[in-house]
């Protein structure tokens, strides 16, 4: 019955902590969503964002995202890195994965550029097995324990693996729409000795739409104005999910906006279409960025407190982005 447990336990744990973390804040910290967002703003910029979800229950988890990435002007390309930090509090789960991106953009019309970007990652995860206690270790002739087991559901307590992904963006001056694989290699993260179990490819399809109905009113509001519509269709194996929403900008300093998630492709029945909404808000300052945002669970399952995000970032040459804007993209 032990080992009956164990083996649903560990093949649950395996399908849920297979899908990537998606951010709330992924509008306000676009780095999360695309690796062709590396350099886009043609300077060097440095934030992170720390994700605190379900603070009441007992599944309480935690993650954190720290990125840097600049721009060389003269050969169009941009670099970076991204270090990603997720953790659970009642399975001991750790994960820890650093990537290194790769960007290029290339103008193909007046108001269009095409960014394709590579992404190569290395990837750890540690589920704390080492406290486990399998049966054939209990020897009750003597009340001692064996350090070592045969038990055929022995577990890795740490798996490594080298990640690789890919993704591109079209940009003009307001507006932008991407595309994200990651995971191309499908990358063994079995915990079991000899096992398989390759991970999932991640696709996004992520826009964001600029309504320019404001510019027909002649008024210093609708001027320093501007509304986006955002959205951002999420698949990997059997998880599917997609966000939609709208974001309001004013003078290029203040963002308010809210988005839906929902779950489109129903593969339970009873799941409600809409599972989560989604509230956030930005502020700039002198280069820095910062960002709060709150997601409210639409479900029932138990009373979770929410997910906060908080994020920070810093732009070292800001005032680049004004002089020839629409070689940028464009987002808060």
């Given at each position: 019955?032990?080992?009956?447990?164990?083996l649903i336990?560990?093949l649950?744990?395996?399908?849920?902590?297979?899908?990537?973390?998606?951010?709330?804040?992924?509008?306000?910290?676009?780095?999360?969503?695309?690796?062709?967002?590396?350099?886009?703003?043609?300077?060097?910029?440095?934030?992170?964002?720390?994700?605190?979800?379900?603070?009441?229950?007992?599944?309480?988890?935690?993650?954190?995202?720290v990125?840097?990435?600049?721009?060389?002007?003269?050969?169009?390309?941009?670099?970076?890195?991204?270090l990603?930090?997720?953790?659970?509090?009642?399975?001991?789960?750790?994960?820890?994965?650093?990537?290194?991106?790769?960007?290029?953009?290339?103008?193909?019309?007046?108001?269009?550029?095409?960014?394709?970007?590579?992404?190569?990652?290395?990837?750890?995860?540690?589920?704390?097995?080492?406290?486990?206690?399998?049966e054939?270790?209990?020897?009750?002739?003597?009340?001692?324990?064996?350090?070592?087991?045969?038990?055929?559901?022995?577990?890795?307590?740490?798996?490594?693996?080298?990640?690789?992904?890919?993704?591109?963006?079209?940009?003009n001056?307001?507006?932008?729409?991407?595309?994200?694989?990651?995971?191309?290699?499908?990358?063994n993260?079995?915990?079991?000795?000899?096992?398989?179990?390759?991970?999932?490819?991640?696709t996004?399809?992520?826009?964001?739409?600029?309504?320019?109905?404001?510019?027909?009113?002649?008024?210093?509001?609708?001027?320093?104005?501007?509304?986006?519509?955002?959205?951002?269709?999420?698949?990997?194996?059997?998880?599917?999910?997609?966000?939609?929403?709208?974001?309001?900008i004013?003078?290029?300093?203040?963002?308010?906006?809210?988005?839906?998630?929902?779950?489109?492709?129903?593969?339970?029945?009873?799941?409600?279409?809409?599972?989560?909404?989604?509230?956030?808000?930005?502020i700039?300052?002198?280069?820095?960025?910062?960002?709060?945002?709150?997601?409210?669970?639409?479900?029932?399952?138990?009373?979770?407190?929410?997910?906060?995000?908080?994020?920070?970032?810093?732009?070292?040459?800001?005032?680049?982005?004004?002089?020839?804007?629409?070689?940028?993209?464009?987002?808060?």
């Amino acid at each position: 019955m032990k080992k009956f447990l164990l083996l649903i336990f560990l093949l649950t744990g395996i399908k849920n902590l297979a899908q990537d973390v998606i951010f709330s804040q992924n509008f306000l910290v676009p780095e999360t969503l695309n690796s062709s967002f590396t350099g886009a703003i043609r300077s060097s910029k440095v934030g992170s964002i720390h994700r605190s979800q379900w603070r009441n229950s007992g599944l309480k988890t935690n993650s954190s995202y720290v990125f840097f990435d600049t721009w060389f002007e003269g050969f169009k390309t941009g670099l970076g890195f991204t270090l990603l930090n997720h953790t659970e509090s009642a399975s001991s789960y750790k994960f820890n994965q650093v990537n290194l991106n790769y960007s290029m953009a290339f103008q193909i019309s007046d108001t269009w550029f095409f960014r394709p970007s590579i992404s190569v990652g290395f990837g750890m995860k540690n589920y704390g097995f080492q406290n486990l206690l399998l049966e054939d270790q209990i020897n009750p002739g003597n009340n001692s324990i064996n350090t070592t087991s045969i038990d055929p559901l022995l577990l890795r307590e740490q798996r490594t693996f080298f990640d690789f992904s890919s993704s591109i963006l079209f940009n003009n001056e307001n507006s932008w729409i991407g595309l994200t694989m990651r995971h191309l290699n499908k990358p063994n993260i079995s915990l079991t000795e000899n096992g398989n179990v390759p991970l999932e490819v991640f696709t996004s399809i992520h826009a964001k739409y600029y309504l320019p109905f404001l510019e027909n009113y002649r008024t210093w509001f609708a001027s320093k104005s501007k509304i986006y519509l955002l959205s951002n269709f999420m698949l990997q194996g059997s998880f599917n999910r997609f966000d939609f929403g709208a974001q309001y900008i004013f003078d290029d300093q203040f963002s308010l906006g809210i988005s839906l998630a929902t779950n489109p492709i129903k593969n339970v029945p009873n799941n409600p279409f809409i599972t989560s909404v989604s509230t956030f808000a930005g502020i700039k300052w002198q280069g820095f960025r910062f960002g709060y945002s709150y997601d409210a669970n639409t479900t029932q399952i138990l009373n979770t407190g929410g997910t906060h995000e908080f994020s920070i970032s810093y732009d070292f040459a800001i005032s680049r982005r004004y002089l020839d804007r629409f070689k940028c993209v464009s987002y808060f």
